[in-house]
């Protein structure tokens, strides 16, 4: 029985129905105007007739009623109808479906009695070539490296003696001698029989890719997921062993999809196995967080069902724990001259590192921590961050005046510039090559440039995106980095001013920031950020590595920070501005 032919039954039964004011009287009347039902002694009647309501017989309004009734229940069933062929539908499609998953079953096990067999046999042989093949390209790198270091140290030296001639015109003749030297080494180091990029330093052998090549011709096929819902960037990483590390899944589903799709993180390296968390953030993109207990080479492998997700297995390569701290924290001298906290930290062409805080002493100490001089700029001045300039001279934002001020190491100043333009510069990079610096102003909501060899002005960067940036820094594609406070990001523009993109986005979470305050980039071109109390690396394209810091490290409002070593140990120094000190962290 229909839903529609249910109705009818069921209203074809119905009793009449009773005035609830009027017991003993039937309901005859329907006001379709107030959606009353009314009997003949009802007040109400009258006063409807008396308003021109619309006022009909009972019959009429439930045979009126129940029209409409049947209209819908049977437009109900009508689904009720659809919906049941689709189901139906399922069920065939799962019994073909599973039919298929079978035939391929017996298929895969007939085809791996038959391969294992043949693998087995070729298992020792490779491995033997393997090892062969080890103990050659060992001997390869031994004998290179030590080739090429003898030649970084002879260009090295070269250097120094070109630094030396710097701005005296005098040794022209010893100049144009070292010029020839160089440009004779580099015609040497850059032929092409000896170029590691080239491929034709180590042994040659078939790719892993190559092999699976040969193994499917094997016999053992494939099976491949047809969706390509997820996808990873593939590049391998490098992180530090114990310390937990993330990558960033997006997925084709977008904002439909969420943490139950099944995805799953797994780390190997055999025989070791760790599991990975997987953590949805909205917009169809994960976090993936993993750690690895052991140093060497590890693979993760991202999976949804028994399907390997495009870019997995992502190559990981964990090294040996770095981590080491030591604290400089004899500045509280400070505070007899009428100095504020640390504001930032800086290293010398003498390897000295240079503390700045909010007033017209800047000191010096040793790699070590111990306390070599203090220097001093004018009275009326405040020096907020700086950073250096080529080999022998420094810059710094200046407080008091609103300008920025270039000088060399004995703090002797050179010239200065951006007064009347600049209202609280902070955080400053410059390009050595285009002469260009850049100075992130917190109060103008932006990052001004000016050419540093006679001020002039060359514009502004960040208008309308940054709210209160306080550093900024440099990558080795001409990318300008900027620490936006206030908006807790981190912004990424090209040279010339345009917007790329949300470099570190804002959050808690380890691979986020909050009032991030210092950012600078190592020889790697990765970026170290300094954000409420936490110091973080990121690599170049914004994704992150590892926390730097530890939680009970004393990190206090980190400010400005510095790389002061980039081998054979990364070193970065921190303006720790909340405890007034300096952390320098090994990463």
């Known amino acids: 029985m229909s839903a529609g032919e249910e109705f009818v039954r069921m209203s074809g039964s119905s009793e009449k129905k009773m005035c609830s004011a009027h017991d003993d009287n039937v309901l005859k009347y329907f006001c379709s105007t107030c959606k009353k039902s009314l009997c003949t002694d009802c007040y109400r ?114 250097t120094t003696k070109v630094k030396a001639t710097m701005n005296d015109p005098e040794q022209t003749e010893t100049l144009t001698s070292l010029t020839k030297e160089i440009k004779d080494f580099k015609d040497k180091v850059t032929r092409r029989d000896d170029d590691p990029q080239k491929g034709n330093i180590l042994p040659k052998f078939i790719s892993s890719s190559q092999l699976l090549d040969v193994i499917k011709t094997q016999g053992l096929g494939e099976i491949i997921n047809v969706n390509d819902l997820y996808k990873v960037d593939g590049k391998p990483i490098t992180v530090t062993k114990g310390q937990p590390f993330m990558i960033r899944v ?40 993993g750690k690895c207990s052991e140093e060497g080479r590890w693979e993760m492998r991202l999976t949804t069902g028994d399907a390997h997700i ?75 961050r700086m950073h250096r300039v080529g080999y022998c001279d420094m810059v710094y934002s200046e407080y008091t005046k609103r300008c920025v001020v270039v000088c060399n190491y004995a703090l002797k100043k050179i010239r200065s510039f951006g007064k009347g333009t ?9 390009n050595n090559v285009t002469d260009v610096v850049y100075v992130a102003d917190s109060e103008a909501h932006c990052v001004f440039k000016f050419n540093i060899k006679d001020g002039e002005s060359l514009g502004q960067i960040g208008s309308g995106k940054l709210f209160k940036p306080y550093d900024v820094t440099l990558m080795k594609t001409g990318h300008v ?7 807790s990001k981190l912004q990424m523009f090209d040279s010339d001013g345009n917007y790329i993109r949300v470099f570190v986005e804002k959050g808690r979470e380890d691979g986020e920031v909050i009032a991030p305050c210092g950012v600078v980039t190592d020889i790697n071109d990765n970026i170290v950020v300094a954000s409420n109390h936490k110091l973080q690396l990121f690599d170049k394209d914004g994704a992150f590595i590892k926390r730097i810091d530890h939680k009970d490290d004393g990190l206090d409002t980190p400010f400005g920070i510095t790389v002061i070593a980039g081998r054979p140990r990364r070193k970065v120094a921190v303006a720790n501005h909340g405890a007034n000190n300096v952390k320098i962290y090994t990463y």
């Open 45 to 158: 009647i009258l006063d409807c007739y008396t308003k021109g309501h619309d006022v009909i017989s009972m019959k009429d309004a439930e045979n009126s009623f129940n029209e409409k009734a049947k209209d819908a229940l049977k437009n109900a069933g009508d689904v009720i109808k659809i919906l049941e062929r689709k189901l139906d539908a399922i069920v065939v499609q799962e019994t073909k479906y599973n039919h298929q998953l079978d035939l391929c079953k017996e298929a895969i096990e007939m085809q791996r009695r038959v391969a294992i067999e043949h693998i087995n046999e070729n298992h020792k042989r490779l491995s033997k070539q393997l090892g062969h093949l080890k103990e050659r390209k060992d001997r390869a790198k031994t004998k290179h490296f030590e080739v090429f270091d003898t030649k970084k140290t002879e260009v090295e030296a070269m």
């Open 250 to 289: 997006k997925s084709g589903k977008g904002s439909g999809s969420s943490d139950d799709d099944g995805l799953t993180a797994i780390l190997k390296n055999y025989p070791s196995i760790e599991c990975a968390e997987v953590k949805y953030r909205g917009d169809g993109e994960y976090n993936i967080i």
């Open 310 to 384: 495009e870019g997995s297995p992502l190559d990981v390569k964990v090294e040996n724990e770095m981590y080491e701290i030591h604290t400089i924290d004899n500045i509280s001298y400070f505070k007899k001259d009428k100095g504020g906290q640390v504001t930032d930290v800086l290293l010398d062409k003498n390897g000295h590192i240079l503390v700045s805080s909010y007033s017209n002493y800047i000191l010096k100490f040793s790699k070590s921590g111990s306390f070599v001089e203090k220097a001093t700029v004018r009275r009326d001045r405040e020096v907020v």
């Open 422 to 430: 600049l209202k609280y510069p902070m955080g400053l990079a410059v």
């Open 481 to 487: 980095i900027v620490a936006d406070y206030e908006s």
